[in-house]
T-cell receptor, first 109, second 112 residues
Framework: GQNIDQPTEMTATEGAIVQINCTYQ??????LFWYQQHAGEAPTFLSY??LDGLEEKGRFSSFLSRSKGYSYLLLKELQMKDSASYLC??????????WGAGTKLIIKP | ETGVTQTPRHLVMGMTNKKSLKCEQH?????MYWYKQSAKKPLELMFV???????ENNSVPSRFSPECPNSSHLFLHLHTLQPEDSALYLC???????????FGEGSRLTVL
């Protein structure tokens, strides 16, 4: 079966750095997405990786290793507004999006 | 106008009621989706429409009936639902089937 694993919940301190991991086992791979979802709001697109390596976008970076079936989302200089759920999703060989259950990130002052 | 708009935001219904969820996208996208989001579970894809044609029905019970009259509007008709159908129903759109999804804020459904 297809599976996406990510931690259920993480806690970090304002101003610090946090890394949210995502591992996947899917039938084929056509890219990996990260979405952010604040409580009671719509998920919003953060990043898309299809090649190995690090993609940086301001305070957020996303890394992919296709050989290891692994990605992480790195958040720097954490702010209180970064408290949200972070969803990892993989596009499989049939171009179906396979979703993880999301990681709830709690930022403490 | 926000990109993807869903109404109603909240809905409480009994098991014998019939109601509909509405989704409208103002982005000119060609694909629209219904997802079910339950607490601590992955998003579950329910239906996909591409250029108004249904291309995906993920073994969804017939008590959920989608309708896509044009590429900007998507409905989810609900009848004789069960309490386990209580969840957040998210509508999304994308330019292409493989592209970035733009989500609405969801319709929170409670079935009594």
């Amino acid at each position: 079966g297809q599976n996406i694993d990510q931690p259920t919940e993480m806690t970090a301190t304002e101003g610090a750095i946090v890394q949210i991991n995502c591992t996947y086992q899917t039938s084929g791979f056509n890219g990996l997405f990260w979405y952010q979802q604040h409580a009671g709001e719509a998920p919003t697109f953060l990043s898309y990786n299809v090649l190995d390596g690090l993609e940086e976008k301001g305070r957020f970076s996303s890394f992919l290793s296709r050989s290891k079936g692994y990605s992480y989302l790195l958040l720097k200089e954490l702010q209180m507004k970064d408290s949200a759920s972070y969803l990892c999703a993989v596009l499989d060989s049939n171009y179906q999006l396979i979703w993880g259950a999301g990681t709830k990130l709690i930022i403490k002052p | 106008e926000t990109g993807v708009t869903q109404t109603p935001r909240h809905l409480v219904m009994g098991m014998t009621n019939k109601k509909s969820l509405k989704c409208e996208q103002h982005l000119g996208h060609n694909a629209m989706y219904w997802y079910k989001q339950s607490a601590k579970k992955p998003l579950e894809l329910m239906f996909v429409y591409n250029f108004k044609e249904q291309t995906e029905n993920n073994s969804v019970p017939s008590r959920f009936s989608p309708e896509c009259p044009n590429s900007s509007h998507l409905f989810l008709h609900l009848h004789t639902l069960q309490p386990e159908d209580s969840a957040l129903y998210l509508c999304a759109s994308s330019q292409e089937i493989t592209g970035e999804l733009f989500f609405g804020e969801g319709s929170r459904l409670t079935v009594l």
